[in-house]
Each structure stands twice: as structure tokens, then as C-alpha cells.
């Protein structure tokens, strides 16, 4: 074949089409890929709706009245009544409560810093002191008063807690101190 021959044969659109077929084919004869394939099953499981509410002395805002501490002498102490009701929907809004303080001077320097806390399961007070044992105490009314042992409340329950301020012996006479108490509720984890 001459070069001129070759030249004609390769223009022939025939040999082109074959060509270009063998470059497409050629391709597909060759791949070694493989294909996988892998399904895994998740049962249903149960989706429940509710909310978390904690209600306190059967309201949700802030308290009028509560802990009072005025006029108040060393060795002396106030006491007040909370009920804490989980009013959550859902079978699972079992709740645990802690209780947070904070204390301010709000007449003689040196009332806040002389008070004791002192948390019991009694369901009424004279006005001065919580009768029963002691579920916590604490040194101080500025910080956690119920930490270590959260209160645990079961959907559509209450429970009572009486809480006292105590004057140490060395704390000023006549003094008066404003105590702001937090009942906070998180959920307790159904496992």
C-alpha cells in the first residue's frame, strides 16, 4: 500500500466509524469495577410530645411574700412554705429540682454574711423555724442550697419543702436581708 492509499483509507469514513467505535467500545470490555451494595433496618421507635413546667406555690412567676428576714436578732430565724408541683404533660417529665440563693443586705452590714440555711420536708411552719430532720444546710444563703441531692418530682406531683434562715450569734441585732430564691427544673433522664 502506498502512502497516497493509505491516506485515502484512512479519510474513508468507514474506517473512521470503526475507529472511533473500537475507541468507545474497547473501554467497556475492560472495566472491572465492582458494585457493592450494603441496607440496614431501624425499628421504629416511640416519639413522645409533652413539656417540662414546675410550678411554685402553684404559680410560675416570681413569689410576693416568701422568705421574709427583718428585725430579725442573733440567734433568731425566719422560716416560709414551698410547695413544688411538676404540672408537665408526658409520661416521662419526671423532673429533678435544685435550689439556688442569693442574699443582699438590705439595712445593718453584716446580716447576710451571719445567715444559715436550713432545707426540711415539713409542711408547715410557725413563721421562725422548720421542724424535722435537715434534707440539706447550708453556711450561706448566696449560692446552691440543693445540690448534691436534687428533689425529684414525678409528673402530677408535689412536694413540700420548708426553708429557714437562722441569724448566728454574731450577726448585728435588728438586721434585715432581702433573699431571692431559684427553683430550677431539668428533666430526669428516663435510662
Known amino acids: 500500500m502506498h502512502l497516497s492509499e493509505s491516506r ?7 474506517v ?3 475507529l472511533a467505535l473500537g ?26 410530645a ?23 436578732n442573733p440567734g433568731e430565724s425566719k422560716a416560709a412554705i414551698y410547695t413544688l408541683s411538676n404540672a408537665s404533660r408526658g409520661a416521662n417529665a419526671a423532673m429533678q429540682v ?3 440563693s442569693t442574699s443582699v ?3 445593718i452590714p453584716g446580716t447576710t454574711a451571719a445567715l444559715s440555711a436550713k432545707i426540711t420536708n415539713a409542711t408547715t411552719t410557725d413563721g421562725s423555724t422548720c421542724a424535722g430532720p435537715s434534707i440539706h ?3 450561706s444563703f448566696n449560692g446552691p442550697l440543693l445540690v448534691a441531692t436534687p428533689l425529684e418530682l414525678a409528673p402530677g406531683t408535689n412536694r413540700v419543702v420548708c ?9 448585728p441585732r435588728g438586721g434585715s436581708a432581702q433573699i431571692a430564691m431559684t427553683f430550677a427544673a431539668t428533666l430526669k433522664n428516663p435510662n
Open 98 to 100: 435544685t435550689i439556688t
Open 16 to 18: 473512521r466509524a470503526a
Open 105 to 107: 443586705d438590705s439595712g
Open 23 to 48: 475507541v468507545l467500545v474497547a473501554p467497556l470490555g475492560v472495566n472491572t469495577m465492582a458494585y457493592w451494595s450494603d441496607t440496614e433496618v431501624i425499628r421504629a421507635g416511640a416519639v413522645v
Open 8 to 14: 485515502h483509507l484512512l479519510a474513508s469514513g468507514r
Open 163 to 171: 426553708v429557714q434562715a437562722t441569724a448566728a450569734s454574731s450577726a
Open 137 to 139: 444546710s447550708a453556711t
Open 50 to 72: 409533652g413539656d417540662l413546667d414546675l410550678k411554685v406555690n402553684g404559680g410560675d412567676g416570681p413569689l410576693a411574700g416568701g422568705l421574709s428576714v427583718s428585725g430579725l
